[in-house]
């Protein structure tokens, strides 16, 4: 069974510091994985999807990579904003025969402080 | 511009009292989905539709049920919510091309319906 777990749980940093979230999964059988981005009491935004063929994704200040060996995906957010403020999920889209569903982490919750 | 709507935002009912949570989308997407997610907690698939086939996780108690009458609309209906149904309740949709591509979309969220169980 496919677990998703991404550390650390919570994070504060200053704003304008670069940052690195984590993501391991343990079953490299995926088609793709999803980093995501929810607000208080929000849904989800999708931020970037990467391929089980691709290494990494950029999205603005956002950086996704992927290694799917290892079973690791690292989502780099550059010169953080208060803004950026909120927790961040990653999912991965196993390859189980008939199913579509993604397979969340609990994400990280990120404070930028001013 | 909204793509995947969810109605209410926020639903309140009493303990056993059918409810039942909509979603809408525009973006003409075959596959939707159905996932709740607690405090601090991972998003957790309940079902997905696939165009009018529906698919059900094992896992899902039978107290929850899905309908969809449309492509563009899906329902979730609990039939008497308990304390531990309170929860984030995410509607999402992919595009569902054919074949292997399914497997490559991503997913749609809207902005999810919060249910109080009283």
């Known amino acids: 069974k496919q677990e998703v777990t991404q550390i650390p749980a919570a994070l504060s940093v200053p704003e304008g510091e670069n940052l690195v979230l984590n993501c391991s999964f343990t079953d490299s059988a995926i088609y793709n994985l999803q980093w995501f981005r929810q607000d208080p009491g929000k849904g989800l935004t999708s931020l970037l999807l990467?391929?089980?063929?691709?290494r990494e994704q950029t999205s603005g200040r956002l950086n996704a990579s992927l290694d799917k060996s290892s079973g690791r995906s690292t989502l780099y957010i550059a010169a953080s904003q208060p803004g950026d403020s909120a927790t961040y999920l990653c999912a991965v889209n196993p390859m189980d025969t008939g199913r579509r569903a993604l397979t969340f982490g609990s994400g990280t919750r990120l404070q930028v402080q001013p | 511009d909204a793509m995947v709507i969810q109605n209410p935002r926020y639903q309140v009912t009493q303990f056993g009292k059918p409810v039942t949570l909509s979603c809408s989308q525009t973006l003409n997407h075959n596959v939707m989905y159905w996932y709740q997610q607690k405090s601090s907690q991972a998003p957790k698939l309940l079902f997905h539709y696939y165009d009018k086939d529906f698919n059900n996780e094992a896992d899902t108690p039978d107290n929850f049920q899905s309908r969809r009458p449309n492509t563009s609309f899906c329902f979730l209906d609990i039939r008497s919510p308990g304390l531990g149904d309170a929860a984030m309740y995410l509607c999402a949709t992919s595009g569902g091309l054919a074949g292997a591509l399914i497997r490559q979309e991503t997913q749609y969220f809207g902005p999810g319906t919060r249910l109080l169980v009283l």
């Open positions: 990467i391929q089980s063929s691709q």
